[in-house]
């Protein structure tokens, strides 16, 4: 197979540290020994190096299952990559907890940050004042939140304090069953919920995952997703390549934003256009009728496929 021209890769290395401490992560609250940070920091700088000699255009979101700010290294490679010309996007997940000084030597045409707000983990007013901050710093970022019927009311006062021009996500909470009403509750905070609130059928269905999207951990191996434990080869050398190519996804569904987002039956890289590692929509605040008619779609294709099935 032959490579892409562009190549989005999702990096999680062993960081596993948060200073979180949410009842539904398993990571929460959990602290790495100083032997385990000191492998998860020459991890990072193995793949930034890699990504610096990278022939292909590179996009990257780290997806840690810490908290990546908090720690010197992830900052400081964040800023440098994000100066690489072959670099399109250097994006990460983060609870936002971390003052955004660092990214005062980042190139803000090439960095973006996807925030979770977590109601029960912080302050509200430090959380909006964080969002006001990085915003005056001409910071791309967006925020979200797990869509619990705890969170809705923090949700609410949350989107109503944003500027309209930042971009407030929802992902439906694993394991719970949203009423239509509930639904409309989130739907009302975030247009784009539906594609959220339903896992979608995915087994046998294309998925740019193995072809131009690559998960990547600490050892370089390369897989199609987070999700999906077959081993494509490593990174480092080169093996990965000779197996990148077109391939159905095995999964039955496929319920993670960060996955379904790279299923082309979905309109997702036309909604997110430009932002689709940190999770912004190309138009927004777009026109009403524009995601009204999304949304249509998206029920008549998932009433059709039910149909059929």
Known sequence: MTSPDHLTILYRGPLASCDYDCG???????????????????????????????????????????????????????????????????????????????????????LALWGTYHPDQVPYERFVARCGELRSRGVRFSVGVVGLPEHLAAARRLRDDLPAEVYLWVNAAEGHTYTDAEAADWAALDPHFAFSRHAHPSAGHACRTGESVVSVDGEGTVRRCHFVPEVLGNLYDGSFRTALGPRPCPKPVCDCHIGYVHMPELPLYDVFAGGILERIPALWPPAANTVADTVTDTAARRTGESTRA
């Open 24 to 110: 539904y992560c398993p990571f929460a609250k959990r602290r790495d020994t100083p032997a385990q940070l000191r492998v998860d920091r020459a991890a990072l700088e193995r793949f930034a190096g890699w990504v610096a000699d990278a022939p292909e255009r590179i996009s990257v979101l780290f997806t840690p299952w810490g908290e990546g700010l908090t720690r010197s290294w992830y900052r400081r490679t964040l800023a440098e990559l994000s100066h690489l010309r072959h670099v399109d996007r250097i994006a990460i997940q983060t609870n936002l907890g971390t003052r955004p000084s660092w990214t005062e030597a980042a190139n803000l045409d090439t």
